[in-house]
């Protein structure tokens, strides 16, 4: 089994910084990927960004630009940095871990992350 949790949601006003991480424990016994999804209230889970093993990163339209995503395999965790948040960016941010040999998912419990106007 695999354990993710994330960490550093919070309250922030438009246009401030905010940085969330995760942390995955467990049977980490092949390469895989993280990333980082987003659900809004009444709105359907949506991919945000996500990185490989090697560091290969890729971004939804909306955040590119905003977020960095980043990787210590050493520590098995994952973060997204946040700049100019909106409110648009008001969402439980999901962690997200896939294994590349066998495309499984697993999940963290998410955080909250709220930008006021």
């Known amino acids: 089994q695999v354990q993710l949790v994330e960490s550093g949601g919070g309250l922030v006003q438009a246009g401030e910084s905010l940085s969330v991480s995760c942390v995955a424990s467990?049977?980490?016994?092949?390469?895989?990927?993280m990333g980082w999804y987003r659900q809004a209230p009444g709105k359907q889970r949506e991919f945000v960004a996500r990185i490989s093993s090697g560091g290969t990163t890729s971004y939804a339209d909306t955040v590119k630009g905003r977020f960095t995503i980043s990787r210590d395999n050493a520590k098995n965790t994952v973060y997204l940095q946040m700049s100019s948040l909106k409110p648009d960016d008001t969402a439980v941010y999901y962690c997200?871990?896939?294994?590349?040999?066998?495309?499984?998912?697993?999940w963290g419990q998410g955080t909250q992350v709220t930008v006021s106007s």
């Open positions: 997200n871990l896939r294994f590349v040999s066998t495309n499984r998912d697993y």
């Open positions: 467990g049977r980490l016994f092949s390469m895989y990927s």
